[in-house]
């Protein structure tokens, strides 16, 4: 996320989403090279407190004050053992919680304000973002039943031969209800070819709490672009010269 990506390092564009949308707090979880990001968002912002919870205020520059913790991740056991560092930063929240990715530059606040609204619409626990890809190879696919609900994603490593032909994929990007998913996060397992917790298996638990999980298709797949290879980083950067 420290890349340079056109001005600034890829970590900026996810955090200025996260500002824009105007939340109650931002938590930026760190891992690999947690001294790098944490040196890069003090530049911008001032940092207070010790530990592996700081605090970090927005500058008088910013239009609205803001506040950012960080939380640590180590070892790096997968997306949901990831969010589940992140729980006590939302022990006294009521309301919902966004999830979005570090390497995915192009996510609008307008794209995210259409998941919200479809996740209140459908009165889910839970709402993920979908895309459709020409060449879905890598990213975990979106199981519907024969009514168009979410049965459940399933990862690259885990699927079968026809759930690969699947070109709806799992942007990465999600809503929940703070309570739902910090009730359950406890139940995710590491069953699964990486042995890592995947927060994709939220959906499977919520449903069999009997908690509504629904998933919203953009029409802009392009804005969902995540960068996991050299070459993806590259490609990224050529359609940031004509945005």
Known sequence: ????????????????????LNPSKIVVIVGFGKEQVIEHLSKYFAVSGSGTRQEITGSESHRKKLVLHY????????????????????????GNVILLNGDVPFISSSTIDSLVEYHAKTKAGGTVLTANYKKP????????????????IVEERDATEDEKRITEINTG???FDTEYLF????????DNAQEEYYITDMVEILKEHGIRVSAWQTSKPEE????????QFDELKKMLRHR
């Open 1 to 20: 996320v420290m890349f340079k990506f056109g001005e600034k390092p890829l970590l900026d564009y996810a955090v200025q989403t996260a500002q824009s």
């Open 71 to 94: 939380a640590v991740q180590e070892p790096q056991l997968g997306t949901g053992h990831a969010v589940q560092q992140a729980a006590g930063f939302f022990s006294n929240f009521n």
């Open 137 to 152: 190879y890598g990213y975990g696919r979106i199981v519907r039943d024969s009514s168009g609900n979410l049965l459940k």
């Open 173 to 175: 990007t999600f809503v």
């Open 183 to 190: 009730s359950y996060l406890s139940e995710l397992e590491r």
């Open 224 to 231: 969902t672009y995540g960068i996991n290879t050299p070459g």
